[in-house]
């Protein structure tokens, strides 16, 4: 017995005391889940767990408050921590019952719903370690810390910050609703503080746009902000206002979907070839470097060397065609088509094989396909011509900037731009030249 | 890197592991890797020229290359010595030039330059951020990264 | 590699490496692969023949096969190498003796080298990965023209 106690204090002696700091509990957290991740919330601040629902609904509330409830007499509100957080959240019915946490913070009691209520977790303080950037779901200005229990990571929520009544104001029991609305706006941009309407708002666009990104990587720059405000405003008029956050993939794509330029994974139609002949700058060289970052499966870049063979039959034409997506391009060179719903342009530059339709040779060799990711070093010769559609809008705004950057550095003067319909070139030196879907520039001198 | 250039070295790398070493070979999932890469412990480097610049380089940490090196010598290897560094060499040789076969074959025009063999911990090799396809094999002796960067003489 | 063929079979068959005399028929190795140079070597001398000369690079090569001459009779030449290559070495041993025979060693990918060897003179060729059957049946070819 005494053998076994001094080895056991003998070997916490080695492993530096570490043991003893684990050991100390002087945290207790109500640990539960959202969206399959683990939280934590300090106990002091859990008045008690309630399965609940019914609630009532609150008009013109922000889309996190469900509504309000009468607990023992006392009305409180209660928050979707999963809506607020922007993380998919089952739909239940009204009556159904949800996990509840109900948190005291000052003197204010709110019911706060969760997926799954856990257990009651004791740790060390001393094992709280501070958030680190890769939690970005939820704004890191919210959480305490991440601690490690039995293998299970805890992100442990600031909630006084989370809910914290704004200054001194008094909560009377009808303000509640009114002053959550009040609060929410900490997360997301700042604004101005009196206008609680107009920064719920805010959030919500914040919200959806870190929301395209996460499901599409859709990031929201200066090269696409413009589409973005029309088109959250439309989406504001369609949905219910709390109706208005993107919960899932195909929420998502929906709200992308007119985003898109024509003819996205197809040949371009005669007409789009016309308008775009039409309104592109002669080019005056014999050789002509095209750069297609972000060229799918290839049916762009086919258009335009036929659209270039037809302007330009004496030219040498070389598009350098590249994309990331290894079995969207690899595929690419070897393309065989039906002939039905293929323009006479591009049926001018086939050829027709035991399998259907295919490019001929000299269509075919004016397009280097790559397996290439823009964001890497771009080996390109000076370029013509840039066709890049609805492709800077898919990068990291960082990424936009590099590949802007890029497009200045790797085009000689006159090089046209051509971007998705709703992107824009925001760099000065670009002039813009109008036209029917197309979003079309020329590097001025 | 241009598509029609994955393939023929993908099938090259399986075709001779499997044919050199008897064993099961997989391959993994395909990706792209910039900058300067941390490298395993072994590498041997070919050279290509002709229509394009670049290089393959066949990357495994020392065990494995030990192993590999014993399997095709048909003995047990206890050391990274001159026949087994020989050994790794003429594997990485003997895949390239089969994959620039298959290339001419197509209509490309490639050169190999002969194989270079580097070992060594913590190496890092530099190559002003080119650009690089990685086809990892996993040959029962262990793992091979495939790290293969071409571009085309502009 | 061990294969049956390392173990003497129950019909006694002349190993391949003896010449109608009865006496090993004497090879010289010019490879500057260590790993293929041994190969080489190892499948050779499993046969029967006798491998009287390596060398590492095509000049070496040259050397050693006037050194060795009329004492050899197979040379197996790679054909990318330092100092002299492959078909330089085997230019300027058909100078120094027209009835030499050599065979060429080379990697996939090297045909237009392998047709320029056999116009200069090479007797045959292998293509590596070698392997036993390959490389036997190819020497075997070239002693009994």
């Known amino acids: 017995m005494s053998t076994q106690t001094a080895e056991k204090n003998s070997l916490e002696q080695l492993s530096n005391g570490k043991k003893d700091k684990a050991d100390k509990i002087d945290f207790k957290m109500v640990s539960f889940s959202l969206a399959g991740k683990e939280y934590g919330i300090d106990i002091m601040n859990v008045k008690e767990i309630a399965k609940a629902g019914n609630f009532t609904y609150v008009p013109n509330a922000a889309p996190f408050v469900r509504g309000v409830y009468n607990l023992r007499g006392d009305i409180i509100s209660i928050i979707d921590l999963r809506t607020m957080f922007h993380l998919p959240a089952e739909r239940k019915s009204d009556d159904a019952l949800e996990s509840l946490l109900i948190l005291k913070i000052g003197e204010q009691a709110f019911g706060v719903i969760v997926d799954n209520i856990d257990k009651v977790i004791g740790v060390s303080k001393e094992g709280i370690q501070p958030p680190h950037p890769i ?42 609703v009114k002053e959550a609305s009040v609060k929410m706006p900490k997360i ?5 503080a009196d206008d609680a309407l107009e920064r719920s708002m805010d959030v919500n666009a914040d919200f959806i746009k870190e929301t395209l990104f996460s499901f599409r990587n859709f990031a929201v720059s200066k090269v696409n902000i413009n589409w973005f405000n029309r088109r959250y405003n439309e989406w504001k008029a369609q949905r219910k206002p709390t109706d208005l956050q993107l919960r899932e993939l195909a929420e998502a794509d929906a709200f992308l979907e007119p985003f898109y330029s024509p003819f996205t994974g197809a040949l371009w ?25 972000g060229c799918g499966k290839g049916y762009e870049s086919y258009s335009l060397a036929v659209l270039l063979k037809k302007m330009y039959p004496e030219a040498r034409a070389k598009i350098w065609a590249n994309d990331s997506d290894l079995l969207a391009i690899s595929m690419a060179p070897n393309m065989v088509f039906g002939a039905e719903g293929i323009s006479q342009d591009h049926l001018d530059f086939m050829i027709k094989n035991r399998n259907g339709f295919v490019f001929n040779q000299a269509i075919r060799d004016s397009i280097y396909f790559e397996f290439h990711d823009v964001i890497n070093n771009n080996p390109i010769p000076p370029a013509d011509l840039i066709l890049c559609r609805d492709t ?8 936009q900037t590099k590949l802007l950057t890029d497009f200045n550095e790797k085009s000689r003067q006159g090089c046209i731009l051509i971007l998705g319909k709703n992107e824009v070139m925001p760099l000065d030196n670009w002039r813009r030249i109008e036209g029917p879907s197309l979003s079309l520039y020329v590097k001025a001198d | 890197m241009r598509v029609e250039y994955i393939n023929p070295f993908v099938e090259s790398a399986f075709n001779v592991m499997k044919e050199v070493l008897q064993g099961d070979i997989k391959r993994g999932e395909l990706y792209l890797k910039a900058t300067s890469m941390p490298v395993m412990g072994v590498a041997a480097i070919v050279g290509l020229a002709g229509d394009v610049e670049g290089r393959v380089l066949f990357d495994m940490e020392k065990v494995t290359a030990l192993r590999i090196a014993s399997a095709m010598n048909g003995e047990e290897l206890k050391s990274l010595d001159d026949l087994a560094k020989a050994t790794i060499t003429e594997l990485a040789n003997m895949i390239t030039a089969q994959a620039v076969t298959k290339l001419h074959e197509l209509g490309f025009r490639f050169d190999l330059t002969p194989p270079a063999i580097f070992t060594g911990d913590n190496m890092e090799i530099s190559n002003q951020n080119v650009e690089a396809l990685i086809v990892p094999m996993e040959t029962g002796h262990g793992k091979v990264e495939i790290n293969v960067a071409i571009r085309e003489r502009a | 590699m061990k294969t049956k063929e390392d173990f003497p079979s129950i019909n006694e068959r002349k190993p391949e490496g003896l010449s109608p005399e009865g006496t090993p028929f004497r090879v010289l190795i010019v490879d500057d692969s260590m790993f293929v140079a041994k190969q080489i070597a190892q499948i050779l001398g499993s046969e029967g023949y006798d491998v009287v000369g390596q060398a590492a690079d095509g000049l070496q090569g040259l050397e050693r096969y006037k050194e ?17 290559d492959g078909i330089t070495a085997l230019q300027k041993i058909i100078e120094f003796d027209k009835n030499a025979k050599v065979i060429m060693i080379s990697a996939l990918g090297k045909q237009d080298l392998v047709k320029q060897a056999l116009l200069t003179g090479a007797k045959n060729y292998i293509v590596k990965p070698l392997d036993r059957k390959k490389v036997l049946e190819r020497i075997s070819q070239v002693l009994k023209k």
Do not use: C, H
């Open chain 3, 68 to 84: 060795l001459y009329p004492n050899v009779d197979l040379v197996t030449m790679d054909i990318t190498m330092p100092n002299m």
């Open chain 1, 269 to 293: 139609s005669a007409e789009y070839m016309s308008a775009l002949g039409g309104i592109m700058p002669a080019i005056a060289t014999k050789s002509i470097n095209v750069w297609n970052p």
């Open chain 1, 135 to 176: 939690f970005g779901d939820i704004n890191i200005k919210y959480i305490k810390g991440i601690i490690e229990n039995q293998n299970k990571l805890y992100i442990i929520l600031n909630v006084e910050k989370l809910f914290a009544p704004k200054e001194e104001e008094k909560p009377g029991r009808t303000d509640l």
């Open chain 1, 188 to 192: 997301g941009l700042g604004g101005p």
């Open chain 1, 392 to 399: 800077l809008s898919f990068l990291s705004a960082g990424n």
